[in-house]
């Protein structure tokens, strides 16, 4: 039973994930400039050589990402101010609204619709059931 629960989880999590996957296969980032992307974002922003520790990846490796996520539009290079040697690398404002106002309807869209299209009573069992495995997961937890 807990493998069939744990399938049906995972199968869930892909469907809903569906459309923030295709909205990120439309920017055709590769996987080391996605993983840039998200540090930059968690982040806000930081120097080539941090971001470079923070990837582990070479400095020259990383270089060449941030060249091409720069030429694509998605990240750029700030001057620190006090030390005009040293730039910023900051995810660009068109990006950064776009995870502000399109991704949250993204990641919810899926469920919400699904929600839409059922009928009532259907809607209340799917939340019954997600309350009650949440319950009994907690009760587990408490347990330890």
Same mark, same amino acid.
């Given at each position: 039973?807990?493998?069939?629960?744990?399938?049906?989880?995972?199968?869930?999590?892909?469907?809903?994930?569906?459309?923030?996957?295709?909205?990120?296969?439309?920017?055709?980032?590769?996987?080391?400039?996605?993983?840039?992307?998200?540090?930059?974002?968690?982040?806000?922003?930081?120097?080539?050589?941090?971001?470079?520790?923070?990837?582990?990846?070479?400095?020259?490796?990383?270089?060449?990402?941030?060249?091409?996520?720069?030429?694509?539009?998605?990240?750029?290079?700030?001057?620190?101010?006090?030390?005009?040697?040293?730039?910023?690398?900051?995810?660009?404002?068109?990006?950064?609204?776009?995870?502000?106002?399109?991704?949250? $309807?993204?990641?919810?869209?899926?469920?919400?619709?699904?929600?839409?299209?059922?009928?009532?009573?259907?809607?209340?069992?799917?939340?019954? $059931?997600?309350?009650?495995?949440?319950?009994?997961?907690?009760?587990?937890?408490?347990?330890?």
């Amino acid at each position: 039973m807990a493998r069939e629960i744990d399938r049906r989880l995972r199968g869930l999590r892909q469907l809903l994930r569906k459309p923030v996957e295709t909205a990120y296969a439309r920017g055709n980032l590769t996987g080391p400039q996605r993983s840039a992307m998200e540090i930059l974002l968690k982040s806000g922003g930081m120097s080539l050589k941090d971001l470079s520790a923070q990837l582990g990846l070479s400095h020259s490796t990383v270089s060449g990402i941030v060249d091409r996520l720069e030429g694509q539009g998605m990240i750029e290079r700030q001057v620190v101010e006090n030390d005009r040697r040293f730039s910023r690398i900051v995810v660009t404002k068109p990006v950064r609204d776009f995870l502000r106002d399109t991704l949250p $309807g993204l990641t919810i869209h899926p469920l919400a619709e699904a929600l839409r299209n059922a009928r009532p009573a259907e809607r209340r069992l799917a939340l019954e $059931g997600v309350r009650m495995l949440s319950r009994i997961l907690e009760r587990c937890e408490e347990g330890e």
